[in-house]
């Protein structure tokens, strides 16, 4: 991250689940999905792994019960212990078939971390396993951020998932304020 106001993180409160999880684990997922209606405040939903292999058989997604909308990719799936365990990417849509909704396995994702040549630890240390629901929301949310996509010269956003903020790409103080809330 490259960012004069970035400190880093303190010891991250939940832990890492690599290997797969089993159908019917209970989950919830963190996120800023549609902040140009739903606001910027981080959301959760719950549900569970509803099966092993996502769209057309694909092994490295779970299915997911657990409603996510547009500005929800890239944000955390949890088990209940609060170990993380994927990332959440995709929904099929509601008029093909109704909250059916995908996450990249962690395991997916470790294999994308060790190629970087970095050493990065995904610990299994976790200090929230005992919290309540909302304990958990509370410890982890500090860790959950929202990035807005760069605009091109054209004005037109890079990312179909970016929020669309009126009059951003022309109004140097409604960018500014847009990116003092994605800290």
């Known amino acids: 991250i490259i960012d004069e106001k970035f400190e880093g993180f303190d010891m991250l409160p939940y832990g890492f689940q690599t290997t797969t999880v089993d159908v019917g684990t209970e989950i ?4 800023y999905p549609r902040t140009d209606i739903m606001g910027n405040e981080v959301k959760v939903t719950n549900g569970i792994i509803s099966a092993k292999t996502g769209y057309k058989n694909n092994v490295s997604l779970y299915q997911m019960s657990a409603p996510i909308q547009p500005g929800n990719s890239g944000g955390p ?13 995709a929904q099929i849509r ?4 109704q909250n059916v909704n995908y996450a990249v396995k962690l395991s997916y994702l470790q294999t994308l971390v060790e190629s970087c040549n970095e050493n990065i630890e995904l610990s299994g240390d976790n200090i929230i396993s005992s919290f309540s629901l909302a304990d958990k929301v509370k ?5 959950v951020v929202m990035f807005l996509a760069n605009v091109n010269e054209g004005g037109t956003s890079i990312s179909q998932n970016t929020p669309q903020v009126p ?7 409604e960018a500014e304020r847009f990116k003092q809330l994605s800290y």
């Open 28 to 31: 919830f997922v963190l996120g």
């Open 77 to 89: 799936i949890f088990d209940y212990n609060g170990n993380l365990i994927g990332i959440s990417v």
């Open 94 to 97: 509601n008029d093909i078939a």
């Open 139 to 143: 410890a982890i949310t500090p860790y």
């Open 167 to 173: 009059n951003a790409l022309n109004d140097k103080q």
